[in-house]
């Protein structure tokens, strides 16, 4: 009998890993599998029969807990900051003026990680970190319910969020096997530490195994899987196929015209959203550009707010605000607690399968539009000296890079450029897909049907090492 126990931390795990097909996959390679869930149990209602869902006590994270990973993470950064922008700029954000006592403390972790920190120091901090879950009662109910569970393998779904930290301490104190996800393409050239050590790794493509061996040398590169990832496999899924003629009814388009998907990051890191959208807009008003639709996709991660004035000014503009519900309020990441809808996935497939273009500022939607060899174009206006929001900076992280290096999109640095990248693309639409398909090959290494399929069939082979 072999029994996996999934964790699912936030809504986008809950799109990854529900709402594809791994959880089926997962009851067709085990004998049993049981959730353990970041989100209140109640969301994974009317999906399956057999699984267990167990949701997990909030995990609050005190001071010392907090000031060891800070630590590590901080550490991290300053041992792979050297030749790398994007860590050298996530180093930056942890600046901080704060008179609080973590203000205090994150200005003396700064300065002590400078000297601090090789991978020994980082082991050290982790400990540590380890340490401070010894006697909380969180970790006590954690260590209870794998004991009562017994899973043969506990499967993290993403490898970052803080608060899996003390279930996986709570797993390796009893033997418990543990793997995770890589979470998204950014996470391990620009990011800080994960949350924990695990066992093994599944990892989305060759370029990303390398990144993870380079980022985290003592994992032995026989304990990493190239799998591909699930994030895209609702859109070789039936279940969410739509009619181009439905879409079009569904959110007002005319059919005859072609379709232009402004995808949104989210505020913090894509401030001149709006600008990008009144350019476009602007310019189909004064017939700059071609006579199309023009609909915008806001982030999951915010309400769309922010947007308002814009849906006024332009009431041309068809607005798709994703159907993501928030679970609940008490949390420490309260945008984690927004989990997509089933509707949701339908209008996501059908928006970049109908779209005949996208433009986004530099985020992981390029890659969406890819999957059905859509042309992308990356907004990037904003430098250090024009007074805008500086997004051209990320030009420089290095997952950005093989974006810029490919040409599998069109980067534009102004309105100008914008306009005519619009026009170009939309007069043809078969511009650069070569370079498109040997784009989105490189960053997903594996077909998209059947990536449930591996990702459950490796969890289950890594039981019986």
Same mark, same amino acid.
């Given at each position: 009998m072999k $029994?996996?126990? +999934?964790?699912? %931390?936030?809504?986008?795990?809950? /799109? !990854?890993f529900v709402? &594809? !097909?791994?959880?089926?996959? =997962?009851? !067709? =390679?085990f004998d049993e599998v049981v959730v353990f869930s970041c989100l209140p149990a109640l969301v994974f209602t009317g999906l399956s029969q $057999? *699984? $267990? +869902?167990?949701?997990l006590t909030v995990f609050q994270e005190h001071f010392y807990t907090w000031f060891f990973r800070k630590a590590k993470e901080l550490a991290h950064l300053q041992l792979h900051k050297k030749g790398n922008f994007g860590i050298t700029d996530n180093l930056k954000t942890n600046s901080t003026k704060s008179k609080t006592p /973590?203000? @205090? =403390? %994150? /200005?003396?972790l700064i300065d002590w990680t400078a000297f601090f920190n090789t991978e020994r120091w980082i082991r050290f901090y982790n400990a540590c970190q380890q340490f401070s879950f010894r006697n909380k009662a969180v970790t006590k109910e954690y260590i209870d319910l794998l004991q009562k569970?017994?899973?043969? *393998?506990?499967f993290f779904t993403h490898q970052r969020p803080e608060f899996i930290a003390p279930l996986a301490y709570a797993a390796e104190k009893l033997k418990i096997k543990t793997a995770a996800f890589i979470f998204s393409w950014d996470n391990? =050239? &620009?990011k800080g530490r994960m949350a924990a050590d695990f066992d093994y790794y599944l990892v989305w493509s060759d370029l990303m195994q390398k990144e993870l061996l380079?980022? @985290? %040398? $003592?994992?032995p590169a026989r304990n990493v899987e190239v799998v591909g990832t699930p994030q895209f496999e609702p859109y070789v899924m039936e279940q969410y196929k739509t009619t181009k003629e439905d879409f079009c009814q569904r959110f007002d388009l005319d059919r005859s015209k072609p379709i232009v998907c402004f995808s949104c990051g989210d505020s913090a890191t894509s401030k001149n959203d709006e600008? @990008?959208?009144s350019c476009i807009a602007n310019a189909m008003n004064a017939k700059i550009i071609p006579d199309c639709n023009l609909i915008v996709r806001t982030s999951p991660a915010e309400d769309g707010s922010r947007f308002l004035a814009i849906k006024n000014q332009y009431p041309f503009i068809k607005w798709n605000f994703p159907k993501w519900k928030l679970s609940r309020e008490n949390h420490q990441q309260v945008w984690s607690q927004r989990v997509p809808t089933i509707e949701d996935v339908k209008d996501l497939r059908a928006l970049i399968e109908f779209s005949d273009l996208n433009i986004n500022m530099l985020s992981t939607m390029s890659l969406d539009f890819m999957q059905f060899d859509k042309p992308v174009i990356n907004t990037v206006f904003g430098n250090e000296s024009n007074g805008l929001y500086d997004d051209q900076r990320f030009l420089k992280y290095a997952h950005i890079v093989h974006v810029v290096n490919s040409r599998a999109t069109k980067i534009v640095k102004e309105e100008a450029s914008l306009l005519k990248a619009i026009k170009d693309y939309l007069d043809h639409l078969d511009s650069d897909s070569e370079k498109r398909k040997a784009f989105q090959s490189m960053q997903i290494g594996k077909p998209l049907a059947g990536t449930s399929k591996r990702i459950a069939e490796k969890l289950l082979a890594w039981t019986n090492r």
């Open positions: $029994k996996i126990g +999934v964790v699912i %931390t936030d809504g986008v795990g809950f /799109r !990854n709402l &594809s !097909n791994f959880l089926q996959e =997962a009851e !067709n =390679a $057999k *699984i $267990k +869902v167990i949701e /973590r203000g @205090y =403390a %994150t /200005r003396f569970e017994q899973p043969n *393998i506990l391990l =050239a &620009s380079q980022f @985290y %040398t $003592k994992i600008l @990008y959208i």
